[in-house]
């Protein structure tokens, strides 16, 4: 174990950052501008930090907030819908629930619709369990003020999140009849699969063919993948674990062409996120470090 705590608690200081941005590459360059704030310290200053788990937490709280407010600009003149950026993770991210939970697509998309600081306040609270105190110092406002705020951000999400609990064996299963029901043509079986009323969203940026609008509906989601997957004929499925939860990588000519995520409740997909914009598929090669 090294002694020094940056390197220690960079997995928890990523996971904290990506949660609040939904963008691995942001989360990266919080990590790092984190790193620059803590290196700047001398030893003496770093030794008088009685806690550096909690104050490394709260440099990348104040950076992410502070980057938050720079994407929520960006994000204005984005082209099509946004969706996070895909992780790489490994199946043992899925053991603990919790964790995978709140890097999930289904949870990660609902945090999108949260004020910056009722984001970051869920985050820290709901999924770290940081003490009401330590979250008030971190986004700068009172401790009461965080009690309520966290309050009505738990409220907010969890009129929207899915919650049907998922054996990860079914979702697994689930997940391969998809990608053999899509490569084989069959569209009988792909219905199947889809709750009558599944949403898909599509996330190209304006770089890769995706949906301009959330598709609603069995039928017309059906089509529209078999439309996608006959378009490309060198185009390959494989099963992968993707933000804590089995997925789907697809493949054009051996090159990655999207990251496919699927919420699956009572045998049946729900909702389909796929992302295609090839900016936000860099980090499906490389599993990341996440932790609580």
Do not use: C
Not at 47 to 63: C, F, M, S
Not at 86 to 93: H, K, Q
């Amino acid at each position: 174990m090294t002694d020094d705590p940056f390197v220690a608690h960079r997995s928890l200081l990523f996971t904290v950052a990506y949660e609040m941005l939904g963008s691995a590459a942001d989360a990266e360059d919080v990590v790092q501008d984190t790193w620059l704030r803590w290196a700047g310290l001398d030893e003496a200053t770093q030794a008088e930090v009685r806690d550096p788990r909690a104050y490394l937490v709260r440099i990348v709280t104040r950076q992410s907030l502070n980057r938050m407010r720079t994407l929520a600009r960006r994000r204005e003149d984005y082209v099509g819908q946004w969706l996070p950026e895909p992780l790489l993770t490994s199946p043992d991210v899925a053991e603990d629930v919790e964790l995978a939970e709140s890097v999930s697509f289904a949870l990660l998309t609902v945090l999108e619709t949260l004020a910056p600081t009722e984001r970051a306040v869920f985050v820290l609270r709901e999924v770290f369990e940081a003490p009401y105190d330590e979250i008030a110092e971190a986004v700068g406002k009172s401790t009461p003020a965080v009690r309520q705020i966290a309050r009505r951000a738990r409220d907010h999400v969890a009129a929207r999140r899915p919650r049907v609990p998922v054996d990860r064996a079914e979702q697994e299963a689930v997940v391969r009849q998809f990608m053999a029901a899509l490569s084989g043509g069959d569209l009988q079986a792909l219905m199947d699969l889809l709750a009558p009323d599944v949403v898909a969203v599509g996330d190209g940026g304006g770089l890769a063919p995706a949906v301009s609008r959330p598709v609603m509906g069995a039928e017309r989601v059906g089509r529209m993948l078999l439309v996608f997957a006959r378009r490309e004929k060198a185009l390959t499925l494989t099963p992968t674990w993707l933000n804590g939860a089995p997925a789907a990588r697809v493949e054009v000519d051996g090159e990655a062409a999207s990251a496919v995520s699927v919420v699956v409740e009572h045998g049946r997909i729900t909702r389909i996120y796929a992302v295609a914009n090839p900016h936000k598929l860099r980090w499906l090669d490389e599993e990341a470090a996440l932790s609580r």
